[in-house]
């Protein structure tokens, strides 16, 4: 059973709607772009709500031939491993001020550098963009003199597809790969026809048809059945080790066990964890609640474990 603390958080954020004296949950129209400008601001404005940067940690920008990007790094650390940061968003939102102090939860808990980088949104910049940008990023780290088993890429959300998706990109194309990958509750199928987009659909922090019209924003004219946009359809052969975490109670959940059980049947060492009661990414919120608390500590042993 879910702690009391956990349960208390959850709660509050499925009404959230009460604390801005609404009785009712705002409908949002997800094809509509102006929905998805109101988005990004709220995920701006929301990034201070994740706490302030420990003062261990420093924050220096950095531009990837035209990326916005940013070493979050302690302060002793040198760059000669690096944890690669795929950020959330929904492929439609997202920036390193919105996801600094998030990222800095695993520097801070691993000891390990990030590089936190900004990817093309849709649906200004369909797919491929935000794959091509992660690609540029990797390779700027290689370019560094870092070496692939030096890294380990984390992502979240969107993120956590888009860091599968890389895999599988740079594993096509003869690409090193790095040392292993942190997924937590990712998009992997943009069919969106996991039995959890039913049955969690009341349940989940995100509004209702949200990911069905995101994944139409970033698909853009193409299927969203491509391997490099939902790898769950890819041939998941030979990816290096993966820890997978999402929340019982969010529609992408099914998008996790499935690609889970893929990547075991095809020789990938995969470990999955499934949040009793718990939400969409809920190991950012540590250290809010046990079990958030808990998961940001396997997280960071298993980066630690690759290339600590």
């Known amino acids: 059973?879910?702690?009391?603390?956990?349960?208390?958080?959850?709660?509050?954020?499925?009404?959230?709607?009460?604390?801005?004296?609404?009785?009712?949950?705002?409908?949002?129209?997800?094809?509509?772009?102006?929905?998805?400008?109101?988005?990004?601001?709220?995920?701006?404005?929301?990034?201070?709500?994740?706490?302030?940067?420990?003062?261990?940690?420093?924050?220096?920008?950095?531009?990837?031939?035209?990326?916005?990007?940013?070493?979050?790094?302690?302060?002793?650390?040198?760059?000669?491993?690096?944890?690669?940061?795929?950020?959330?968003?929904?492929?439609?939102?997202?920036?390193?001020?919105?996801?600094?102090?998030?990222?800095?939860?695993?520097?801070?808990?691993?000891?390990?550098?990030a590089l936190l980088f900004e990817y093309r949104l849709a649906p200004e910049q369909p797919y491929p963009a935000a794959l091509e940008d992660s690609l540029e990023a990797y390779n700027w780290l290689l370019d560094q003199g870092i070496a692939p088993l030096s890294i380990v890429f984390v992502g979240d959300s969107a993120g956590g597809g888009l860091c599968l998706a890389t895999l599988l990109a740079l594993r096509d194309q003869g690409t090193p790969l790095p040392a292993a990958a942190v997924a937590y509750s990712p998009v992997t199928d943009f069919k969106c026809i996991g039995e959890s987009y039913r049955t969690k659909a009341k349940t989940c922090l995100s509004p209702e048809g949200m990911a069905p019209a995101l994944a139409v924003h970033y698909a853009g004219d193409k299927d969203p059945g491509l391997e490099y946009i939902s790898p769950l359809y890819g041939d998941l052969h030979g990816l290096p080790p993966l820890l997978i975490y999402a929340g019982e109670d969010e529609t992408?959940?099914?998008?996790?066990?499935?690609?889970?059980?893929?990547?075991?049947?095809?020789?990938?060492?995969?470990?999955?964890?499934?949040?009793?009661?718990?939400?969409?990414?809920?190991?950012?919120?540590?250290?809010?609640?046990?079990?958030?608390?808990?998961?940001?500590?396997?997280?960071?042993?298993?980066?630690?474990?690759?290339?600590?």
């Open 1 to 113: 059973m879910p702690s009391l603390r956990g349960r208390f958080i959850k709660f509050l954020l499925q009404n959230r709607h009460l604390l801005r004296f609404q009785l009712k949950k705002e409908i949002i129209d997800w094809t509509k772009y102006e929905s998805i400008l109101s988005f990004r601001q709220q995920v701006e404005e929301g990034a201070g709500k994740f706490g302030r940067l420990p003062e261990d940690i420093k924050v220096a920008p950095v531009n990837i031939d035209g990326l916005g990007a940013e070493w979050i790094l302690p302060v002793q650390s040198t760059k000669d491993k690096i944890i690669l940061y795929f950020h959330g968003g929904g492929y439609v939102s997202g920036t390193c001020k919105s996801h600094q102090s998030i990222a800095a939860k695993f520097v801070k808990g691993s000891e390990i550098g």
């Open 252 to 308: 992408l959940c099914d998008d996790s066990v499935r690609f889970a059980e893929k990547a075991k049947d095809a020789g990938v060492d995969v470990t999955l964890r499934i949040g009793e009661g718990m939400f969409h990414c809920y190991p950012a919120m540590a250290p809010l609640f046990p079990e958030a608390t808990q998961a940001m500590d396997e997280i960071c042993s298993f980066i630690n474990k690759y290339i600590g």
